[in-house]
């Protein structure tokens, strides 16, 4: 498999033939450079495994969890039951608002490869 990245775009084929034609088309209109077997992109690990290409997060989780100091955190087997509330307490502990939006935008961004985070994330999301 070739795979070629275009601005933080990828294409890839499995005729080697197909994919050097469209490289030479794209060359022509645009300025790109050619990538072999890809493995890492924005923040995804690409893993051809017998004919079959998988995608995972695995690093960007961890990258995530330590810059945002919550890699000793319980783990949970489901995210958010569905019939959770959340809501505003009348006695809280100040929000630091910068840092709250950084985890949630970290995580709208892990909800592309991980739809089974999303309600928990969304709801979030809303304070």
């Known amino acids: 498999m070739v795979q070629?990245?275009?601005d933080d775009i990828i294409f890839g084929s499995t005729n080697?033939?197909?994919c050097k034609y469209f490289s030479s088309l794209m060359q022509k209109e645009f300025e790109m450079s050619m990538m072999k077997e890809l493995k890492f992109f924005l923040g995804l690990k690409i893993k051809p495994l017998d004919g079959q290409t998988f995608i995972h997060q695995t690093k960007?989780?961890?990258e995530l969890l330590k810059t945002l100091?919550?890699?000793e955190v319980k783990t949970m087997t489901t995210p958010m039951h569905p019939t959770t509330s959340l809501g505003l307490q009348k006695e809280t502990n100040s929000v630091d608002i910068n840092r709250?939006?950084?985890m949630i935008a970290?995580?709208?961004?892990l909800t592309t490869f991980?739809?089974?985070v999303m309600f928990s994330v969304c709801l979030c999301a809303i304070f």
């Open 4 to 6: 070629i990245c275009v």
């Open 16 to 18: 080697e033939l197909l």
């Open 60 to 62: 960007y989780v961890k």
């Open 69 to 71: 100091k919550l890699n």
């Open 100 to 102: 709250y939006r950084q």
């Open 106 to 109: 970290s995580l709208l961004y």
């Open 114 to 116: 991980r739809p089974n």
